[in-house]
């Protein structure tokens, strides 16, 4: 038998203003992964590492432009990375 339990939670705005935050940062480290994959591919190259691109995100995390990415952890960044790399090697091996 599998016990479930529902929880609430109940950000204040601040959070609630930090979820938002780091729900879209998540969303554009996906696309941004998705976009260098694809474009990676239509070069004839061989698929990049999540490992690659995570480095390549650190440089440019550096740059004035995309200094907003520091307004969350590391970690939402990271694992949105991983998680475009392994969606773009299942689709290739289905």
Same mark, same amino acid.
């Given at each position: 038998?599998?016990?479930?339990?529902?929880?609430?939670?109940?950000?204040?705005?601040?959070?609630?203003?930090?979820?938002? @935050?780091?729900?879209?940062?998540?969303?554009?480290?996906?696309?941004? !992964?998705?976009? =260098? +994959?694809? &474009?990676? %591919?239509?070069?004839?190259? @061989?698929?990049?590492?999540?490992?690659?691109?995570?480095?390549?995100? !650190?440089?440019? =995390? +550096?740059? &004035?432009? %995309?200094?907003?990415?520091?307004?969350?952890?590391?970690?939402?960044?990271?694992?949105?990375?991983?998680?475009?790399?392994?969606?773009?090697?299942?689709?290739?091996?289905?």
């Amino acid at each position: 038998m599998i016990l479930a339990k529902k929880i609430r939670i109940k950000p204040t705005k601040e959070q609630e203003h930090q979820l938002w @935050k780091s729900a879209g940062t998540a969303r554009w480290a996906y696309n941004w !992964t998705l976009g =260098k +994959q694809e &474009e990676n %591919y239509k070069n004839g190259s @061989k698929f990049l590492s999540d490992e690659t691109l995570r480095k390549e995100l !650190t440089v440019l =995390k +550096q740059t &004035e432009e %995309y200094a907003w990415l520091y307004d969350v952890s590391n970690n939402i960044t990271k694992q949105a990375i991983k998680d475009a790399c392994d969606a773009y090697k299942k689709f290739f091996k289905n």
